[in-house]
């Protein structure tokens, strides 16, 4: 079983982002095989849409360090953890300055990029960087379109979309990974469960320790990720070239044992080998305690 977590980018070790290097290298010294990034650009104090089915945003959200200078970080200090956005808000950039943030991540690292994109769940976010709500889930697939021909057309590429575009041009440098870095999207929907079916390499399901409720390993990864290699295999792609990467968002509650049950259980009970922990909501003192708390979960899960 592969292992990671989120790197200190926003909660309560947002006020500490001087030691964010310092976390990403004691984390693959304690042996992480993943360091993790998130995307907020704001947290609105009366949102339309709250988190997770809350009427409100929590506060650990209303800082968050950009992702791409987070990984920047963590690939200059890293040489082995792999490199993952669960999720890139992947409408609100430009596809093509995406695809350079991206690809630039993946070639200082030596490889090691995984990005997940997805749609978000903010409207206010949206408001704020000047794009369309309702047109979230076409700007994905054409961002996903642009991407494409960014990484894996040569010598020149060219797009011409409905809401982008660029003539025929030289663009460079390409990603390490080729044909490309391989893309992760939600899984859960079923508008999602389509577009990940045609077009990812991965889904990223998420689990979420409650206390006094069990974690279903069968509803939260295996039943999603048959649906999602049905529909590739009527699309006539390779169903087995489809994996996922388990998220665990623990909450305020969550104790490690929790965590390292899910981890365990995840690998007796699905096929999935790749999970990532998220203390932005445990780590309530700050990086130090991330650190104590990822050292616990390795050496109760492994």
Same mark, same amino acid.
Request: glycine share 8%; hydrophobic share 40%; aromatic share 6%.
């Given at each position: 079983? /592969?292992?990671?977590?989120?790197?200190?980018?926003?909660?309560?070790?947002?006020?500490?982002?001087?030691?964010?290097?310092?976390?990403?290298?004691?984390? *693959?010294?304690?042996?992480?095989?993943?360091?993790?990034?998130?995307?907020?650009?704001?947290?609105?104090?009366?949102?339309?849409?709250?988190?997770?089915?809350?009427?409100?945003?929590?506060?650990?959200?209303?800082?968050?360090?950009?992702?791409?200078?987070?990984?920047?970080?963590?690939?200059?200090?890293? *040489? +082995?953890?792999?490199?993952?956005?669960?999720?890139?808000?992947?409408?609100?950039?430009?596809?093509?300055?995406?695809?350079?943030?991206?690809?630039? #991540?993946?070639?200082?690292?030596?490889?090691?990029?995984?990005?997940?994109?997805?749609?978000?769940?903010?409207?206010?976010?949206?408001?704020?960087?000047?794009?369309?709500?309702?047109?979230?889930?076409?700007?994905?697939?054409?961002?996903?379109?642009?991407?494409?021909?960014?990484?894996?057309?040569?010598? #020149?590429?060219? /797009?011409?979309?409905? $809401?982008?575009?660029?003539?025929?041009? /030289?663009?460079?440098?390409?990603?390490?990974?080729?044909?490309?870095?391989?893309?992760?999207?939600?899984?859960?929907?079923?508008?999602?469960?389509?577009?990940?079916?045609?077009?990812?390499?991965?889904?990223?399901?998420?689990?979420?320790?409650?206390?006094?409720?069990?974690?279903?390993?069968?509803?939260?990864?295996?039943?999603?990720?048959?649906?999602?290699? +049905?529909?590739?295999?009527?699309?006539?792609?390779?169903?087995?070239?489809?994996?996922?990467?388990?998220?665990?968002?623990?909450?305020?509650?969550?104790?490690?044992?929790?965590?390292?049950?899910?981890?365990?259980?995840?690998?007796? *009970?699905?096929?999935?080998? /790749?999970?990532?922990?998220?203390?932005? $909501?445990?780590?309530?003192?700050?990086?130090?305690?991330?650190?104590?708390?990822?050292?616990?979960?390795?050496?109760?899960?492994?």
């Amino acid at each position: 079983m /592969h292992i990671g977590f989120s790197l200190p980018q926003y909660g309560a070790m947002s006020d500490q982002l001087d030691k964010l290097a310092g976390f990403a290298r004691q984390a *693959e010294e304690l042996g992480a095989d993943s360091l993790w990034v998130g995307d907020r650009v704001l947290a609105a104090v009366n949102p339309s849409v709250g988190y997770m089915g809350t009427d409100t945003i929590p506060w650990q959200l209303r800082t968050m360090l950009d992702p791409f200078v987070a990984l920047s970080v963590a690939a200059s200090v890293t *040489e +082995r953890v792999l490199l993952g956005t669960s999720t890139l808000v992947a409408p609100w950039y430009s596809p093509l300055l995406l695809a350079r943030s991206l690809t630039g #991540v993946d070639v200082v690292s030596g490889g090691r990029l995984l990005p997940g994109l997805g749609t978000g769940w903010s409207p206010e976010e949206y408001q704020g960087v000047g794009v369309p709500w309702q047109e979230r889930g076409a700007r994905l697939d054409e961002c996903l379109d642009v991407l494409e021909a960014v990484w894996t057309t040569e010598p #020149v590429a060219r /797009h011409e979309g409905r $809401h982008y575009a660029f003539p025929t041009a /030289h663009i460079g440098p390409k990603p390490l990974q080729r044909p490309r870095p391989p893309i992760y999207l939600s899984g859960f929907a079923p508008a999602s469960q389509r577009r990940a079916a045609r077009r990812a390499d991965g889904i990223l399901p998420v689990a979420v320790p409650v206390r006094g409720s069990a974690f279903d390993p069968d509803t939260v990864i295996n039943q999603p990720l048959r649906a999602v290699r +049905r529909i590739a295999e009527a699309e006539g792609r390779d169903p087995a070239g489809i994996d996922a990467i388990l998220r665990i968002n623990p909450t305020t509650e969550s104790t490690v044992p929790e965590i390292a049950d899910i981890i365990l259980r995840t690998g007796d *009970e699905t096929d999935v080998d /790749h999970v990532f922990v998220d203390f932005v $909501h445990l780590a309530g003192q700050g990086v130090d305690q991330a650190l104590e708390l990822l050292r616990q979960t390795m050496e109760r899960s492994r």
